[in-house]
T-cell receptor, first 115, second 113 residues
Framework: GAVVSQHPSWVICKSGTSVKIECRSLDFQATTMFWYRQFPKQSLMLMATSNEGSKATYEQGVEKDKFLINHASLTLSTLTVTSAHPEDSSFYIC???????????FGPGTRLTVT | GQQVMQIPQYQHVQEGEDFTTYCNSSTTLSNIQWYKQRPGGHPVFLIQLVKSGEVKKQKRLTFQFGEAKKNSSLHITATQTTDVGTYFCAGPGSGAGSYQLTFGKGTKLSVIP
């Protein structure tokens, strides 16, 4: 089945630094990938849609200068959290659609802790 | 934007009891998808329903799509501890021509052995 990997699985960083998270589709090409944020005991909040070869589309309220997305190839999208603050601490998950119904295949997620 | 409401938020059941989670939308959905997220894990696709009144089964799980395509349900018969997790329904997002999904808030299922 479709597999999506995500790296790193967890990261701790200091306030003010930047963190890059990678999302890869391992056995299929994904022209579109999605980045979600999930707070404890809450649902998935779509942050942005990553489009290969073009600019990402950000959801309302998501700062594009803070959450930089790059989709440089058909199998890789990256999310960079710039100038991280403790309130950016969260679980970040990427997904890629595939299949007849475009069901989404999720990466294992990245737990970010900003101290 | 489109919203998908899901209830209940939490459900505690004794092992062997049945469980149902409901999903409602104010607008007609072209399709609905269901996902399961185990504690500490990531969402995993379970099924997609497309047709009005559609019913699909996966072992002890029964998925239904309403006749008006505005609601859906997931029913688990005789729950087991392996059913523990959060179940999300998801409808198409508002982005035109995209594969976006709008997720419900999820129902967290706890199974007491």
């Amino acid at each position: 089945g479709a597999v999506v990997s995500q790296h790193p699985s967890w990261v701790i960083c200091k306030s003010g630094t930047s963190v890059k998270i990678e999302c890869r589709s391992l056995d299929f090409q994904a022209t579109t990938m999605f980045w979600y944020r999930q707070f404890p005991k809450q649902s998935l909040m779509l942050m942005a849609t990553s489009n290969e070869g073009s600019k990402a589309t950000y959801e309302q309220g998501v700062e594009k200068d803070k959450f930089l997305i790059n989709h440089a190839s058909l199998t890789l999208s990256t999310l960079t959290v710039t100038s991280a603050h403790p309130e950016d601490s969260s679980f970040y998950i990427c997904s890629a659609p595939r299949g007849a119904g475009y069901e989404q295949y999720f990466g294992p997620g990245t737990r970010l802790t900003v101290t | 934007g489109q919203q998908v409401m899901q209830i209940p938020q939490y459900q505690h059941v004794q092992e062997g009891e049945d469980f149902t989670t409901y999903c409602n939308s104010s607008t007609t959905l072209s399709n609905i998808q269901w996902y399961k997220q185990r504690p500490g894990g990531h969402p995993v696709f379970l099924i997609q329903l497309v047709k009005s009144g559609e019913v699909k089964k996966q072992k002890r799980l029964t998925f239904q799509f309403g006749e008006a395509k505005k609601n859906s349900s997931l029913h688990i018969t005789a729950t087991q501890t392996t059913d523990v997790g959060t179940y999300f329904c998801a409808g198409p997002g508002s982005g035109a021509g995209s594969y976006q999904l709008t997720f419900g808030k999820g129902t967290k299922l706890s199974v007491i052995p």
